[in-house]
C-alpha cells in the first residue's frame, strides 16, 4: 500500500514559470515531511521539509504548503530554472512504534524546465 | 556538514560473485544507516535499517541471506551482495542518521551495480 501519493509522475515547465507537485498521505502518523531532488545517477538530496504545525514554509524559491486536515501537502518551485529539471520525491516520516523514524518516499516526478 | 559517501560508486561483476559497498558517514557518528535500492525511473525502495552493534532489520520481501548488511562501527556500513544475479543490477543508495529514532537522514551518492 503506498503511504505516500505523489503526482504528477512527470512535468515540463518553461523557464520562469511555476512548478507544482502535489502529495498526499493517508497515515496520520507521520511527523515530518520532507521533499528530496535527486539527479540522474546521484542520491537525494533534502531540498525543503515541513512539520505538520506548520502550513507554509519557503525558502528561496522553494515553498512548501501543508493542509494538515485534507492530508495534502505541495511543492511550489518559483521562476523555475534549467537548472531544476530533476526528480522530485516527497515523503513523510514515521512518527512512532514501528514506523518510528523510517521515511515513506512517494513516486516522484521528473521535472524538466525548457529554457 | 552531515556528508556521507558511498564506494564503490559504480561495479560490474560477474553473476555467481559477491560484491561489497561501503556507506561511511564522513563528519559525523550515524547510530542508525539505511539501504535503498533504486530501479530506473522508480522511487526509492527501502531494503533494510541497521543500529550500529546490532543486526539489520530488513524489510519484507528482501534476502537477508543475499544482502549482507553490517554496521560495526558508528561511521561505517557495508551492503554485501552475495551471489549475484542480473536482476540484482539496481542502483544502491545509503543514508544515514545521528540518532536512532529522530533526525534527518543523510544520503550517500549511491552505487550503480551492474551484473553481467
Known amino acids: 500500500q503506498q503511504q505516500v501519493k505523489q503526482s504528477p509522475q512527470s512535468l515540463i515547465v518553461q523557464k520562469g514559470g511555476i512548478s507544482i507537485i502535489n502529495c498526499a498521505y493517508e497515515?496520520?502518523?507521520?511527523?515530518?515531511f520532507p521533499w528530496y531532488q535527486q539527479f540522474p545517477g546521484k542520491g537525494p538530496a533534502l531540498l525543503i521539509a515541513?512539520?505538520?504545525?506548520?502550513s507554509e514554509k519557503k525558502e528561496g524559491r522553494f515553498t512548501i504548503s501543508f493542509n494538515k486536515s485534507a492530508k495534502q501537502f505541495s511543492l511550489h518551485i518559483m521562476d523555475s530554472q534549467p537548472g531544476d529539471s530533476a526528480t522530485y520525491f516527497c515523503?513523510?516520516?514515521?512518527?512512532?512504534?514501528?514506523?518510528?523514524?523510517?521515511?515513506?518516499f512517494g513516486r516522484g516526478t521528473q521535472l524538466t524546465v525548457w529554457p | 556538514g552531515a556528508v556521507v559517501s558511498q564506494h564503490p560508486s559504480w561495479v560490474i561483476c560477474k553473476s555467481g560473485t559477491s560484491v561489497k559497498i561501503e556507506c561511511r558517514s564522513l563528519d559525523f557518528q550515524a547510530t542508525t544507516m539505511f539501504w535503498y535500492r533504486q530501479f530506473p525511473k522508480q522511487s526509492l525502495m527501502l531494503m533494510a535499517t541497521?543500529?550500529?552493534?546490532?543486526?539489520?532489520?530488513?524489510e519484507q520481501g528482501v534476502e537477508k541471506d543475499k544482502f549482507l548488511i553490517n554496521h560495526a562501527s558508528l561511521t561505517l556500513s557495508t551492503l554485501t551482495v552475495t551471489s549475484a544475479h542480473p536482476e540484482d543490477s539496481s542502483f544502491y543508495i545509503c543514508s544515514a542518521r545521528a540518532n536512532r529514532d529522530l533526525g534527518e537522514q543523510y544520503f550517500g551518492p549511491g552505487t550503480r551495480l551492474t551484473v553481467t
Open positions: 515523503a513523510a516520516r514515521g512518527a512512532g512504534g514501528s514506523t518510528l523514524g523510517r521515511l515513506y
Open positions: 497515515n496520520t502518523a507521520f511527523d515530518y
Open positions: 541497521s543500529n550500529e552493534g546490532s543486526k539489520a532489520t530488513y
Open positions: 515541513i512539520r505538520p504545525d506548520v
